[in-house]
């Protein structure tokens, strides 16, 4: 979440954030956002846009260039109700997880049910030996 001060809130203007990060303004060059559109998302001046990138990090970075077909691409090569072999490992290691967690919870079961017995033949050996 962005953290915003108000800059100008009554004139309408947007709000530029408290804290602008380099994780931030990297995120927005991997989406495709450029030093324009940053400067316009985060209310900056020009200036301020030219500083942030003199940073070791953000020097000589670029928006990456995203480009979007101009149709759908669609796989037709796998048949209806067939699944490929990334979904097959997926449900395998799901039933994988499964197993052991109703494995697990057998094992705590018996495990609190080993204790039960052991309290309560310490209970009776504890009454045999004041019988006496």
Known sequence: MIDVRDNN???GEQKTPEVITITMVL?????????TGIKTKYNLDSWEIKQMFDHPKLKGKKAKKIRRLSF???DDTVLPGQIDLED????ENQSMKDVMIDEM???KT???QDQIIEIEDQADDWS?????
């Open 9 to 11: 809130l009554s004139t």
């Open 27 to 35: 995120e927005d060059l991997d989406k495709g956002i450029d030093r």
């Open 72 to 74: 759908n691409f669609v």
């Open 88 to 91: 097959a490992i997926e449900t």
């Open 105 to 107: 919870n057998g094992r």
């Open 110 to 112: 018996m495990d609190a």
């Open 128 to 132: 045999n030996e004041r019988q006496y």
